[in-house]
């Protein structure tokens, strides 16, 4: 009960976030009949985004896709699983989602712009500052930074690397306080929806525990790369760089607008920054090569 009146309070003060990182994944982006793009969800994707940024709000988006457009783009019947492939997949896929991104926010009159990164770009002190500098200089134009991990220059990424990781690493460079990661679950849940018809839904998590860490770390996205437990450490990493952050089903992108107003979709992470965790170690940590 006391969770309840928590998760609305909090809630209640979406609406008042200033810098905003929106994560979609492959798996809210194309049809996974065709492995083709859903231009009306992306089309609605791009409104939703122009529409925070007209409410004054810097704004950034961390989308996958390029490897499955790119796969598509070149007349691959199957799924690439050599990595010198799915990096041309994505050196094709990258430009063309760009191209069709900057077309639908060329229709709002929004500028936007592309920033790949690597793990080397968050290791290294310079490029990490280098980032941030280009970050905050888009932000101050009034620009929505497009991000992904650059695939078709660093292989870490593919092998190892997520956008969901990504996505909470781009928030804590940026100081974000909300990360949306949107994907085809509707949030946490105690375990596996797919398999265990007991697995109950958490709306709200207040403090990540060991207990939490380990739940619904086999609900896997079907398309998508990253399963709970990867969103499970972006929320970690996130929240104690002071955002908090929703996970929800990007099935429709209302979705957006509707958390922002403080409606109850997904699970919502409260941020803890006395836990703040040092961004280095935790990617040294997580992603040792
Ligand atoms: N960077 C990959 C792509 O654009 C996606 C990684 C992920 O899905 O997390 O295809």
């Known amino acids: 009960m006391e969770d309840k009146i928590l998760d609305a309070q909090y809630r209640a ?12 994944g492959t798996s809210s982006l194309i049809h996974k009949e065709t492995g083709g793009l859903d231009l009306i969800k992306v089309e609605h ?102 991000v992904n991990a650059n695939d078709s220059i660093s292989t870490f990424e593919i092998l190892h690397g997520d956008n969901d990781t990504l996505s909470a690493v781009v928030a804590s460079l940026v100081g ?56 499970l450490l972006a929320a970690e990493l996130a929240t104690s760089a002071g955002a908090d952050m929703v996970i929800a089903n990007g099935r429709n992108m209302d979705v957006i607008h509707k958390i922002m107003d403080g409606q109850p979709y997904g699970t919502f992470f409260c941020s803890n920054e006395d836990d703040a965790l040092e961004l280095r170690e935790f990617l040294k940590e997580h992603f040792h090569e």
């Open 45 to 146: 994707l791009v409104r939703e985004l122009t529409d925070l940024r007209n409410k004054g709000k810097d704004v950034i988006l961390v989308t996958s896709g390029a490897i499955g457009v790119g796969r598509k783009a070149a007349g691959l019947q199957e799924k690439p699983e050599r990595v010198p492939l799915k990096q041309a997949c994505a050196a094709i896929g990258q430009a063309r989602l760009m191209m069709i991104y900057q077309k639908f926010f060329a229709e709002y009159n929004q500028v936007a712009a592309q920033i790949l990164m690597t793990r080397n770009t968050m290791l290294n002190a310079r490029n990490r500052r280098n980032a941030q500098n280009t970050f905050e200089e888009l932000m101050a134009l009034g620009a929505i930074p497009i």
């Open 176 to 231: 974000a306080d909300l990360l949306i990661l949107l994907s085809d679950i509707n949030g946490l849940y105690t375990d596996n929806p797919n398999t265990n018809p007991n697995a109950k839904f958490v709306p709200f998590v207040d403090t990540l525990d060991g207990e939490l860490m380990g739940m619904g770390k086999d609900a896997v996205s079907s398309v998508g790369t990253g399963g709970m437990a990867t969103k």
């Open 13 to 24: 003060e979406l609406k008042n976030k200033k810098r905003i990182v929106i994560k979609v």
